[in-house]
């Protein structure tokens, strides 16, 4: 993708929507769907990279009730021609076809290349990635097994989406008290899994979410890593303007 003079590319993560209530979280919905119409004046392209919701499950013909405001928009912004792309999350991992068949955005469930203006990116969620986490690598595992989401079809949606959100919510990766913390660049397990593969392949940034944690670190030659924090506590989002990337503060 060519970004013309003038246009952005922009990024976004972990928005966590609906957690911890649905009360406390209109707010910050709302805040979001206001930053998507003022980058829908220079955006070339949008990425949101996972957790936008903190739970979302599909099943055969029903989705999660609420995020009308969010979704309309993206359907707007789409619609207007601008692209959209969505990279799954821990929390939203279970998101099938609905938003390519509802707002013809595409969803990916691993980590992706891009190159805008000759400059070459690797993009993704990024949970699970990098040396460590085995627990959590054991259990997305059972979680994204095709049995597994049968399974779990078979709870009534008045029963199996506030369990889930129940449980979204209790293990504490919505508050980012665990997760929004310098562990120092040796224990960054996407420092380290960027640095693995840069041993293999160039790429001249790495964007990922996940850590709640707005970072940008030099992992190798002219190559740098950049995490896009939450829109929880910092409402930090990416851009790249064919020249640079930046993290910024809405």
Same mark, same amino acid.
């Given at each position: 993708m060519h970004i013309l003079e003038g246009k952005k590319i922009y990024f976004s993560s972990d928005n966590h929507l609906g957690a911890p209530t649905k009360e406390l979280s209109k707010p910050r919905e709302k805040k979001f769907v206001q930053w998507l119409d003022e980058i829908k004046e220079d955006a070339a392209a949008i990425f949101l990279l996972g957790d936008l919701f903190d739970f979302w499950f599909e099943y055969k013909h029903v989705v999660p009730k609420g995020f009308v405001r969010v979704l309309g928009k993206l359907a707007e912004i789409r619609d207007s021609g601008i692209p959209i792309y969505f990279f799954v999350g821990n929390h939203d991992l279970w998101m099938d076809s609905y938003f390519q068949d509802e707002?013809?955005?595409p969803v990916y469930h691993q980590p992706k290349e891009f190159v805008f203006n000759n400059k070459t990116f690797l993009i993704g969620h %990024?949970?699970? !990635?990098?040396?460590g986490d085995k627990g959590y690598k054991r259990m997305k595992k059972v979680f994204t097994n095709r049995f597994s989401k049968w399974l779990y079809r078979w709870f009534h949606p008045d029963l %199996?989406?506030? !369990?889930?959100?129940?449980?979204s919510v209790k293990n504490k990766l919505i508050s980012g008290d665990e997760d929004a913390k310098f562990l120092g660049e040796e224990k960054e397990w996407?420092?380290?899994?960027?640095k693995r593969k840069l041993e293999t392949r160039h790429y001249?940034?790495?964007?990922?979410?996940h850590r709640h944690l707005p970072l940008s670190i030099e992992v190798?030659?002219?190559s740098t890593y950049h995490n896009l924090g939450d829109w929880i506590t910092y409402y930090t989002y990416g851009t790249f303007d064919g020249k640079e990337f930046e993290l910024k503060e809405y």
């Open positions: 707002l013809n955005i %990024g949970d699970g !990635l990098g040396p %199996g989406v506030p !369990l889930a959100k129940h449980l996407l420092v380290q899994y960027a001249d940034y790495f964007v990922f979410g190798g030659e002219n």
